[in-house]
Structure formats: structure tokens, C-alpha cells
């Protein structure tokens, strides 16, 4: 496995994979550790068709785990291509943990897909996995880079009402969004009306002006 990471990391990748080949002759049969080597250096360069032929081979000898999923899901562009992955993952038993469920989140706050968002939200508050610091801290930058200030300061007032500290850089933007719409940072942007007029946005448990 060190010999295969280190061509690879030499971008000696036909050479890596020669010997991947010939691990089985030698009586050393490739795992986990094998794959996810192999799989790491194919998804930084982009060869996406070997990758899944490396997972399908992969899935007949040997359990993919978070790791395998986490670099092939740091490569998809859009959503269909990570709810394909969500699936494989739950048919070959790997369950999702925190730092596969905040990924998860990241890159559908990247792609702009809110349904994807919610329901990993939703998902993570069922089974105890979150949302987590980082959850809040994903999409409170990530609403901020489209725009979306008051939601961003709205999701920034939830985490801290929860207890969560906010990372420095968090703080640094927070204040930079009370500076870019000119008035006092508040603890509290929640809007404070009560009645018809206020919608509970099922994502962060906020609640919204509809006017």
C-alpha cells in the first residue's frame, strides 16, 4: 500500500496500477486501505470513469468505508451525482457520520440545492448526528456568498442560541454583513412579530417575515 501511495503521489500512476495488478499473484490481496489509496489520487486528477470501476471492483471484495465515499463526494458536481452516492453508501451498510453528513451539506449549499440541504438537515436532526458548529458554520458562509445576508445573520443568531461558539472567521463576517447593511450588531436578528404574517422555515427552525 506505501509503494502504490508513493508512485501515485509521483504521479507514477501506471505503475502504481501494475502493481495493483499484481498484488493477487503475489498472495497479497488489495483492501480498504488499497482502494482508497488508489481512489484519493484518481479523484485529485479527475479520472472519474476509473474511480467507479475502482468502487465497483472494490464492492465485490472488500466494504467501501467513509473515507472511500468522502474523496469520490468531494468530486461531484451536481446533485444527482451525490444522492447516487448517498444510495450506495446505504446499500453497502457505510453509515454517514458527521463529517460525511457536513460534507454532504457543503456541496449542495455549493450547488444551490436548497431540497438537498433540507432534507440532510432533516436527516441529521433525526438521527443525532447534527447539526453540528460546522453545520451553521457551512451555511452561514455559504448564504453570505449568495447573497442571502439576512439568512446568513438569522442561522448565525441559531447557532450561538444554541450554545455553539462561532469560528473567528464567522465572527469577522458577521461583522462585515452588520457593516455592509450599515447598522448595530444585535444578538438577535429573529424578527419579533408574532401572527400570520411569520413562516417557520423547516431547515433552521427560524422563523420569517412573509409580508
Request: aromatic share 6%; proline share 4%; net charge positive.
Amino acid at each position: 500500500n506505501c509503494i502504490i501511495d508513493q508512485l501515485c503521489f509521483k504521479k507514477k500512476i501506471p505503475e502504481a496500477l501494475k502493481i495493483f495488478g499484481e498484488m493477487n499473484d503475489r498472495g497479497c490481496q488489495a483492501d480498504v486501505a488499497t482502494y482508497n489509496t488508489l481512489i484519493k489520487h484518481f479523484c485529485k486528477i479527475r479520472r472519474t470513469e476509473k474511480v467507479y470501476e475502482l468502487l465497483d471492483d472494490m464492492e465485490k471484495g472488500c466494504s467501501p468505508n467513509n473515507m472511500t465515499y468522502t474523496y469520490i463526494l468531494k468530486t461531484t458536481e451536481k446533485p444527482r451525482d451525490v444522492m447516487n452516492l448517498i444510495q450506495r453508501m446505504e446499500e453497502s451498510g457505510c453509515k454517514l457520520d458527521s463529517d460525511t453528513y457536513n460534507l454532504i451539506l457543503n456541496l449542495y449549499v455549493s450547488m444551490k440545492y436548497e431540497k438537498g440541504v433540507q432534507q440532510i438537515w432533516e436527516e441529521m436532526e433525526r438521527n443525532g448526528s447534527g447539526p453540528d458548529q460546522r453545520s451553521f458554520t457551512i451555511l452561514v458562509h455559504g448564504l453570505h456568498s449568495q447573497g442571502q445576508l439576512d439568512q446568513a445573520l438569522q442561522y448565525y443568531t441559531t447557532m450561538k442560541s444554541r450554545g455553539m461558539t462561532p469560528e473567528p472567521r464567522t465572527r469577522i463576517l458577521v461583522k462585515a454583513i452588520h457593516m455592509k447593511k450599515d447598522e448595530p450588531e444585535t444578538e438577535d436578528r429573529s424578527p419579533s412579530m408574532t401572527g400570520k404574517n411569520l413562516k417557520l422555515d423547516r431547515v433552521s427552525g427560524l422563523l420569517h417575515v412573509h409580508k
